[in-house]
């Protein structure tokens, strides 16, 4: 069983930057891949990022490529979405998620654990 906690996001104007983070509860935080997928109003879920088990490897969607970086910490069971150059249609609630498969999987029903999710708002 894992529990995530996302927390970081909130309002911020094009261009700008936010950085996310999951805490993942228990001690198997190295055994899941993470995942960060964003769903905005009246939109399907989309992914948004991926990262292996030990870290390797790495996953984007285009629209975010360049701008967003996915990294995690092993030590804190922490996984991270560092955000630049924003543009109002990031806007979304963003989720946090964990897989039990390998590599980085960019299908949502990959993922059995999900957070609560985190609004990402950007507007001027």
């Known amino acids: 069983q894992v529990r995530l906690v996302e927390s970081g996001g909130g309002l911020v104007q094009p261009g700008g930057s936010l950085r996310l983070s999951c805490v993942a509860s228990?001690?198997?935080?190295?055994?899941?891949?993470m995942g960060w997928f964003r769903q905005a109003p009246e939109k399907e879920r989309e992914f948004v990022a991926a990262?292996?088990?030990?870290?390797?490897?790495?996953s984007y969607v285009d629209s975010v490529k360049d701008r967003f970086t996915i990294s995690r910490d092993v030590a804190k069971n922490t996984v991270s979405l560092q955000m630049n150059s924003l543009k109002p249609e990031d806007t979304a609630v963003y989720y946090c998620?964990?897989?039990?498969?390998?590599?980085?999987?960019?299908?949502?029903?990959?993922?059995?654990?999900w957070g609560q999710g985190t609004q990402v708002t950007v507007s001027s």
């Open positions: 998620a964990a897989s039990a498969n390998s590599g980085t999987p960019r299908s949502r029903y990959a993922y059995g654990y």
């Open positions: 228990g001690r198997t935080f190295s055994t899941y891949a």
């Open positions: 990262i292996s088990k030990n870290g390797g490897t790495t």
